[in-house]
């Protein structure tokens, strides 16, 4: 089954102690992103990465990095979470590298709390 | 700067009546479009998208969406909404002169009463 999957789906943490969120996709895709969705704000993009070794920042790239080692690997790393950092993460991938005419897909998203 | 606007955080209806959710758009071109639906504990899922073309297009589950250049609008709609259309839906719009991204507005969340 074509997917993105995200682990894990669920996270609590405390203030400081470095985590990461894996994303991975099956589907071949070249453009993979990451959004994080706060009420009232919808999704703003955090980093992308239009191919393997190729990321850059997106809206709201303050406090995370990526990587993209492999095609179907996209990684996000928070090395010292924040409360600020609560919020619900989607990793996405588009079959295009243009990904503003594209359909993206989505995995079904972590939560973490950074207490 | 270009955005995406949703103007109702929340809209209820009941079963069986007709939606319509609105989508506002600020961009110079005439941008990609898309609606996404987010079901309760999961990921988004395409509905539509329009670039070209007839300004109606037709979607999954029953959605259609009408683009109106005159009002920069893309808004949603469905003739008969299902308690299973509860969710919530995101506009999102995107354009290559504004970056590799697509642009989401801030949602709006649908309540279905029976």
């Known amino acids: 089954e074509a997917q993105v999957t995200q682990n894990p789906r669920y996270l609590i943490t405390v203030t400081g102690k470095k985590l990461t969120v894996t994303c991975s996709q099956n589907m071949n895709h070249e453009y993979m992103s990451w959004y994080r969705q706060d009420p009232g704000l919808g999704l703003r993009q955090i980093y992308y990465s239009m191919n393997v070794e190729v990321t850059d920042k997106g809206d709201v790239p303050e406090g995370y990095k990526v990587s993209r080692k492999e095609k179907r690997n996209f990684p996000l790393i928070l090395e010292s979470p924040s409360p600020n950092q609560t919020s619900l993460y989607f990793c996405a991938s588009s079959l295009s590298g243009q990904a503003w005419s594209t359909e993206a897909f989505f995995g079904q998203g972590t939560r973490l709390t950074v207490v | ?114």
């Open chain 2, 1 to 114: 700067a270009q955005s995406v606007t949703q103007p109702d955080i929340h809209i209820t209806v009941s079963e069986g009546a007709s939606l319509e959710l609105r989508c506002n758009y600020s961009y110079g071109a005439t941008p990609y479009l898309f609606w996404y639906v987010q079901s309760p504990g999961q990921g988004l899922q395409l509905l539509l998208k329009y670039f070209s073309g007839d300004t109606l297009v037709q979607g999954i589950k029953g959605f259609e969406a009408e683009f109106k250049r005159s009002q920069s609008s893309f808004n949603l709609r469905k003739p008969s909404v299902h308690w299973s259309d509860a969710a919530e839906y995101f506009c999102a719009v995107g354009a290559m002169e504004y970056g590799n991204k697509l642009v989401f507005g801030a949602g709006t969340i649908l309540r279905v009463k029976s």
